[in-house]
């Protein structure tokens, strides 16, 4: 079965930075389309960033010029390295994969597979 596992979660500083690792397995990673969400407390999910199958990328007008989303096919890895980090980004971190289209997309319901999530802290 697809499995998605988030890891490199953690705490920072305001100001600092995070990279955080999906590994993904069962699925043809290649061909699917990936993304980053998150979800503070009392706060509904909303997507980070998101890489078609091709590389192409999208993100979240709050975290461009700070988040950059890379994959790696031939390991089966999708990455998030975060610099520049605010205390509003703190939320838990999803990683999520679809096959739905074929573009870089932060809609959730594109994705059918999802990580268990993993927590990012930043204090001020």
């Known amino acids: 079965q697809v499995q998605l596992v988030e890891s490199g979660g953690g705490s920072v500083q305001a100001g600092g930075s995070l990279t955080l690792s999906c590994a993904a397995s069962?699925?043809?990673?290649?061909?699917?389309?990936m993304g980053w969400f998150r979800q503070a407390p009392g706060e509904e999910r909303e997507g980070v960033a998101g890489?078609?199958?091709?590389?192409?990328?999208v993100y979240d007008d709050s975290v461009k010029g700070r988040f950059t989303i890379s994959r790696d096919n031939a390991k089966n890895m999708l990455y998030l390295q975060m610099n520049s980090l605010k205390p509003e980004d703190t939320a838990m971190y999803y990683c999520?994969?679809?096959?739905?289209?074929?573009?870089?997309?932060?809609?959730?319901?594109?994705?059918?597979?999802w990580g268990q999530g993993i927590q990012v802290t930043v204090s001020s």
């Open positions: 890489i078609s199958a091709g590389g192409t990328t």
């Open positions: 999520a994969a679809g096959d739905a289209v074929p573009i870089a997309t932060l809609i959730a319901v594109d994705f059918g597979y």
């Open positions: 069962g699925l043809n990673f290649s061909t699917y389309h």
